[in-house]
């Protein structure tokens, strides 16, 4: 299986660290990425980072990773909720996809407890900050190795 791991931001997080820092803490997404490469390159996974405000162009980045990736690293914010377009490209994806969320959702309101993505992740992570994002790629990073070894 690939090394190549996706990981995929939804809309608003490039405002990460710039607002509500009490809900989503100081670091920036590029803080993220910086720290997700730095692991990658520990774990021997290659990584594309995204992140777009647009349903169609995360889609598409999973599309893309159905041809050349071995798993998926997901935090599709608000789209967590409400896109059942983004869980039907998941599903059409067949290695591994970990949902991650900055904050405990289940925590917060009601329409947060409630996620589309959740029926297709092999596991979610929801209140470590972005912490959250490493957690995962070492998650991802185990299950390519058990892959390759079946
Ligand atoms: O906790 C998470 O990671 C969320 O996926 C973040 C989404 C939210 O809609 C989900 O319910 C939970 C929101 C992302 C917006 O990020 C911002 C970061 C800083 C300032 C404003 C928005």
Known sequence: MSHLVYVLNGPNLNLLGKRQPHIYGHETLADVE????????ELGLDLRFHQSNREYELIDWIHEARETAGGIVINPAAFTHTSVAI???LNAFDAPVIEVHISNVHKREEFRHHSFV???????????GTQGYLLALRRVARLIAEKNTE
């Open 87 to 89: 869980l039907d490209a």
């Open 34 to 41: 910086r720290d997700c490469r730095a692991l990658a390159t």
């Open 118 to 128: 959740s029926r297709r992740a092999d596991g979610v992570i929801a209140g470590f």
